[in-house]
């Protein structure tokens, strides 16, 4: 058990397993986007470490950049989304990736889709490493997910309760 802030949390993933599940992610990907002009966009915060992990196990060579809003105050989703930073990209004729570290209500991806869908990409598909498939509220299919978990909240891998735990290199679960 650890604590981060004022909460305890417990391991739910070790550090090899969230590797696993972050290499056979860019397995697929790479054979998905092989010999095509690919553009990641990483959602910042919380995509940090999946985004550098991702792309370090990946043999193609894609174009890297990143997005960023919050939707997150303490452990529930707020519901509401701010604005974004970052689209300044031209996306014609580039696949984009949207690379998340979690879906939970789908809020977030919602908003993202809705900004870069005139933006002319070629395709937008999406890659998140956790999904709470309970959780989601929306219908935009996932096209990569590295794992569903319970929908409970978890912080580690890039993920923060309060600002903080992000460079745990484990996945941990807020004791119930
Ligand atoms: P959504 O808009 O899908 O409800 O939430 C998406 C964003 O909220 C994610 O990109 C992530 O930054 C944050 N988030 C969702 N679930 C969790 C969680 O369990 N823990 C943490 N630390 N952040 C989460
Ligand atoms: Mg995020």
Same mark, same amino acid.
């Given at each position: ?79 509401? %989304? ?72 978890? %912080? ?21």
């Amino acid at each position: 058990m650890i604590q981060v802030g004022d909460k305890h949390f417990e391991e739910y993933l070790t550090a090899d397993q969230i590797q696993s599940c972050v290499k056979e992610l860019a397995r697929q990907i790479d054979n998905d986007f092989a010999s095509k002009d690919l553009l990641i966009l990483g959602i910042l915060n919380g995509a940090f470490l999946f985004v550098a992990d991702l792309v370090k196990y990946m043999t193609i060579d894609p174009e890297i950049s990143f997005l960023k809003f919050a939707s997150y105050e303490g452990t529930t989703s707020t519901g509401k %989304v701010h604005d974004l930073i970052g689209v300044n990209e031209d996306l014609a004729g580039k696949h984009v990736l949207i690379v998340e570290d979690i879906v939970d209500s789908g809020t977030t991806l919602a908003h993202i889709m809705n900004i870069l869908k005139s933006k002319n990409a070629t395709s937008i598909s999406t890659a998140t490493l956790f999904f709470k498939p309970e959780a989601y509220q929306q219908k935009i299919a996932l096209q990569y997910i590295g794992k569903e978990i319970p929908n409970l909240f978890v %912080v580690g891998y890039g993920m923060d309760y309060q600002g903080k735990g992000r460079n745990l290199t484990e996945l941990y679960q807020l004791k119930p």
